[in-house]
């Protein structure tokens, strides 16, 4: 089968709608199409643009070439977490003592009754 837009990870069918509202309908559009004139399309920042783009690109290749594939790639997950997975992101609370006000105020609180 004939890979479509939708087949990008990270297109649904609202952001094929969008793209067909602005007249991009085909893969071969999406590929020819600047990081600038998709970044005006509703849904799309200019790394968005960026990555569809090139993912566009790929995919027409992989078909010119013969070797289509319909199983999604490792790269299109670390692209949208920006390469942090979920390790990094509870490593940030370690590193902040994962207190919030309460446990800076409780700390407060255990100086001031010492004090008496």
């Known amino acids: 089968m ?5 087949d ?4 649904g069918p609202a952001a ?3 793209l067909a509202e ?3 309908r085909t893969l071969r559009k999406l590929a ?3 990081v600038t004139k998709l970044a005006t399309v509703p849904g799309f920042s200019e790394a968005r643009a960026g990555k569809v783009i090139d993912a566009a690109s790929d ?5 010119v070439s013969g070797i289509a594939s319909t199983a999604p790639d490792d790269t299109g997950k670390k692209d949208k977490q920006g390469g942090k997975g979920k390790k990094d992101k509870k490593g940030k609370k370690g ?3 994962g207190k ?3 446990g800076k105020k409780n700390k407060k609180n255990k100086k001031k009754k010492g004090k008496k």
């Open 59 to 63: 995919l027409l290749a992989s078909t």
């Open 16 to 18: 094929q709608g969008t």
């Open 2 to 6: 004939k890979p479509t837009i939708i």
């Open 95 to 97: 590193k902040k003592g």
């Open 22 to 24: 602005h007249g991009i």
């Open 8 to 11: 990008i990870p990270g297109i």
């Open 100 to 102: 919030g006000k309460k």
């Open 32 to 34: 020819g199409t600047s």
